[in-house]
């Protein structure tokens, strides 16, 4: 046994397990320690500055910049009491990763070295603004872009090997103004949510509340493999997916791992990770198995819309670098192996008033009720009118393996309530009586009308967009994605919509109607017209494709078409009525996510040819010499056909390699080259036609040579390796 994988193989049994030691303390001993959270601040700041800067996180008031200086000597001091030497303005450009450009603190002044953090440094960076994609709003000679601190996401301190960073969560915009990352558009949709959900609340008379915010909690997929597995798989380090490979034996056909127990080394590194969140004011909930072999799942507690993205790219950053640390690789990607379950990102979206009122939990009066459903109502027809948004809010290449199968939700946008509140809709529709029970109900107050069901609801895992009790779950995200962009698109919908309802509801009442007859008639007007998104049953079932088409839903499985929607004329039109997008910004990230699909099929097909040429041919031809040198002494007893149905699976794999160098040779000559972004959905289209089912062709022919080379001479570590040895 002399290959590179036999020896890590028996390189990773000598070693055993590196385990990290627990701290020994309780948990908030040090949760927070490494964040700017509200109790530094109170600590740190004179009364009014405090009272300002609350102001501002709570209420959403404009930041006065009188107190920028005061806020940064604070911060500067407390950052460098733990041993920080730089600052960063850390950001979410369009990559789908954050960025970050390390400032120092020292300053000279008069020759003498100090160390100091002014105001506009806190509040304004200047990174380059060319080099991120940006859908051609800039260009190589157009770099200057701005960041801008965002001081309702709390500051916090990245450690490193020798110190830490200060890292100031911010938006970032062009030398214009336009958004040219995540968050700035996500800003926007949260204060689109706040202005139309407050016309809800002064609707039924609530004059209390002041902010209404969006909150999320995400619920975070991953795979876990040995780090010398990872190295010797050069597909698993370029894309994130094993581009070949033999399905095991075993794989998750028994269910033996959902929610097992947790494997001592993996459980190191779950706690060892959890204490780095914590430390950053991260509050991780919850840590179990996945469906898949080596697949895990981390979930965090809610928070505003915007904090809890940041918090998600927290988790990932941190679960990378701790693996890293313990000898793993942590695998974002959607579909890393075949044939078993993908990842995932749940995405658990409501809304929540300055009082603390979840605003999707019905309430205790008839009017809270009928709120309520106005709410529930804005949603169902936000996923309706707007479901092709959503789908391409999500869409990406790595998502595209994960939609449609089975351990995702298919590219059909519905909606699923349960079983009561279904009822309940239906029979404000038709009038029909409803069976209802005595316990945990809620009165609506209006006549005949049924009791609404606390938490009655069995959960549907099959749906896309599901109702689970005082939120929604937009199960449909991709594992390796910011949630920014979904939660935008979700806030400005449903912000539309309430606009549109409230509105209705208003001029019903300006004609003589009383308020609870003018819901209850816009309520059954939205009923009739958006019901067709609502499904109970198995989405995964082929018979509701037929039957979602015949409702009008689209069915949208590759990025290449899902992304249209973000420049259909409607959505447009929605995002700019909503202050989310204007055209350009929107146009911009529409062929910023058309090339980034491009790319990262281009780089599989790069990747599968080389590993091919370089890996797969050399042990195929090895395995071949040996079988030539028994074939003469195998034809006298099995004849012509000794070898035969080897050599034909080597001669498959040659010409499945060829087809796709063919294939890439035609995307560089001049028919598809990319003059400019004009040209890249048509490119992308090609592409999705032809390379996606290329590429699955040709691993068939080398995954069948997998089972058959001796093992002895197979370079790239195996599923039943990875999957299984940890």
């Known amino acids: 046994m002399s ?9 990773i049994a000598a070693n055993g397990r590196k385990l990290y030691e627990s701290r020994g303390e309780s948990a908030m001993s040090y949760f927070g320690v490494n964040q700017f959270s509200d109790a530094v601040m109170r600590e740190r700041l004179p009364k009014e500055v405090y009272r300002k800067l609350r102001d501002t996180i709570r209420s959403g008031t404009k930041l006065d910049m009188a107190i920028a200086n005061t806020v940064a000597h604070a911060m500067k001091e407390w950052a460098i009491g733990k041993g920080c030497t730089h600052f960063t303005h850390w950001f979410q450009p369009q990559t789908g990763l954050t960025a970050e450009k390390h400032d120092s603190f020292l300053e000279f002044d008069e020759g003498v070295a100090l160390e100091r953090f002014r105001g506009e440094q806190l509040v304004q960076g200047e990174p380059d603004a060319s080099s991120f994609p940006s859908g051609g709003m800039r260009t190589t000679f157009e770099a200057r872009g701005y960041t801008m601190w965002d001081p309702s ?57 002041s902010r209404v915010v969006t909150t999320i909690g995400t619920e975070q997929e991953y795979f876990l493999v040995d780090k010398a597995f990872y190295n010797l798989r050069p597909d698993l380090r370029i894309t994130g997916r094993t581009l070949m490979g033999a399905k095991p034996p075993k794989g998750q056909d028994l269910e033996d791992h959902y929610f097992g127990s947790i494997k001592d080394r993996v459980l190191a590194f779950m706690e060892k990770a959890e204490e780095e969140l914590y430390k950053l004011g991260v509050p991780a909930k919850t840590r179990h198995n996945e469906v898949a072999p080596q697949q895990y799942e981390i979930a965090l507690i809610y928070a505003e819309a915007n904090v809890g993205a ?28 075949d044939g078993v379950n993908g990842s995932g990102k749940h995405n658990n ?59 995702a939700p298919p590219a059909i946008m519905s909606v699923f309530l349960g079983h009561r509140l279904s009822e309940l809709l239906d029979y404000i529709r038709t009038g029909k009586s409803a069976k209802t029970v005595t316990d945990l109900i809620i009165d609506l107050g209006v006549s005949k009308l049924p009791s609404i ?54 001029e019903k009442v300006r004609n003589g109607s009383g308020l609870n007859s003018a819901v209850m008639e816009v309520l059954r007007e939205s009923i009739e017209m958006h019901s067709a998104v609502l499904f109970e049953g198995n989405n995964y079932d082929p018979a509701w494709e037929k039957e979602a088409e015949q409702r009008g839903l689209p069915n949208i499985k590759r990025t290449a078409y899902a992304l249209n929607a973000l420049v259909d004329e409607k959505n447009v039109q929605l995002l700019g009525r909503q ?148």
């Open 3 to 11: 290959s590179l994988r036999q020896d890590v193989l028996l390189k």
């Open 453 to 506: 069901m606390r938490d009655n609801t069995d959960r549907n895992r099959t749906s896309p967009f599901a109702f689970t009790g005082s939120k929604f779950e937009f199960r449909a995200v991709g594992s390796s994605s910011s949630v920014s962009l979904p939660n935008t698109v979700l806030n400005a919908a449903v912000a539309d919509t309430i606009d549109r309802i409230v509105d209705d509801i208003e």
């Open 310 to 337: 940041d918090r998600n790219h927290l988790v990932m950053e941190i679960l990378k670098k701790v693996a890293d640390r313990m000898g793993l690789a942590l695998l974002l990607h959607e579909k890393p192996f």
């Open 579 to 726: 202050g989310i997008f204007d055209g350009r910004e929107l146009d911009a990230r529409y062929h910023t996510k058309l090339e980034q699909y491009i790319k990262a099929l281009e780089i599989e097909v790069e990747t599968f040819i080389d590993m091919a040429g370089t890996l797969v041919l050399p042990a195929a031809f090895a395995y071949e010499e040996r079988l030539v040198a028994v074939v003469g002494g195998l034809k006298t007893v099995l004849g012509d056909k000794a070898g035969s149905r080897e050599l034909e699976i080597l001669r498959q794999v040659q010409i499945q390699v060829d087809r796709l160098a063919q294939f890439s040779a035609q995307l560089s000559g001049e028919l598809l080259k990319v003059q400019s972004i004009d040209d890249l959905p048509e490119r992308a289209r090609y592409i999705s036609d032809h390379l996606v089912d290329l590429l699955i062709e040709a691993r068939i022919p080398v995954d069948r040579l997998e089972q058959l080379v001796e093992d002895s001479l197979w370079p790239l570590p195996k599923y039943s390796e990875m999957l299984f040895i940890l």
């Open 349 to 407: 979206w409501s809304m929540e008033d300055s009082e603390g009122n979840n605003l999707l939990d019905p309430g205790n009066t008839p009017e809270e009720n009928l709120q309520f459903l106005v709410f529930l109502l804005a949603v169902i027809q936000a996923v309706h009118e707007h479901g092709d948004l959503l789908r391409a809010s999500i869409a990406s290449a790595s998502n595209d393996h994960r939609l449609g199968a089975n351990e």
């Open 153 to 209: 996401s709390p500051a916090f301190i990245m450690e490193g090997p020798n110190g830490g960073i200060l890292c100031i969560p911010s938006v970032f915009i062009s030398y214009n103004g336009e958004a040219l990352d995540k968050k700035t558009p996500l800003l926007r949709s949260m204060e689109a949510i706040n202005r139309s959900a407050l016309r809800v609340l002064r609707l039924f008379g609530n004059d209390q509340a």
